[in-house]
T-cell receptor, first 114, second 115 residues
């Protein structure tokens, strides 16, 4: 089983709202990722968590705040977003902080910021 | 600076024929390569990977070839099926380095397989 689940599937929010995206995996993976994907572009890495610790932050604005409560869960807290933040947000996981890691992606959350 | 390039934005193939998707990279530190398939509004699905110590990896209808000296890899799909129609992303990783977990993606190639 290589399933990564994400909720919600779709989200519409105003620029003053606070919302959260959730990601879950039960594969025993110890590395989890957030990506952002705009239409007709490849996924762009935002954050990497390794053993529940933030190991990579790709200079993402502070209006995006990641959280890893435990090894199976990854959240992305959103606050005061801009319309240009509208995108597909993808979560992925991989076995752990070792080489030759295959990342498995969830279905994504389609976010629209009005 | 685009370190992973898929120079063909699209490819059209007849059902039953071979599809060949190409990918070039510039960073010689990349040592692990992956291909993902993506349908619209869905997450990428992992297809096949190859380590830099190999030059070929096969899984069913999918074969990936790596030419390290040319910094080139290709994905062969034989035979192609209409359900293979999707966007294909090549991705690379410096698995032995300190930036593990940071996949660098190509821009994607839209494959259309006609019945």
């Amino acid at each position: 089983d290589t399933e990564v689940t994400q909720t919600p599937k779709h989200l519409v929010m105003g620029m003053t709202n606070k919302k959260s995206l959730k990601c879950e995996q039960h594969m025993g993976h110890r590395a989890m990722y957030w990506y952002k994907q705009k239409a007709k572009k490849p996924p762009e890495l935002m954050f990497v968590y390794s053993y529940e610790k933030l190991s990579i932050n790709e200079s993402v604005p502070s209006r995006f705040s990641p959280e890893c409560p435990n090894s199976s869960l990854l959240n992305l807290h959103l606050h005061a977003l801009q319309p240009e933040d509208s995108a597909l947000y993808l979560c992925a996981s991989s076995q752990g902080p070792a080489g030759e890691e295959t990342q498995y992606f969830g279905p994504g959350t389609r976010l629209l910021v009005l | 600076d685009q370190q992973v390039k898929q120079n063909s934005p699209s490819l059209s193939v007849q059902e039953g024929r071979i599809s060949i998707l190409n990918c070039d990279y510039t960073n010689s530190m990349f040592d692990y390569f992956l291909w993902y398939k993506k349908y619209p509004a869905e997450g990428p699905t992992f297809l096949i990977s190859i380590s830099s110590i190999k030059d070929k990896n096969e899984d069913g209808r999918f074969t990936v070839f790596l030419n390290k000296s040319a910094k080139h890899l290709s994905l062969h799909i034989v035979p192609s099926q209409p359900g293979d129609s999707a966007v294909y992303f090549c991705a690379a990783d410096n698995a032995g380095g300190t930036s593990y977990g940071k996949l660098t993606f190509g821009q994607g190639t839209i494959l259309t397989v006609h019945p």
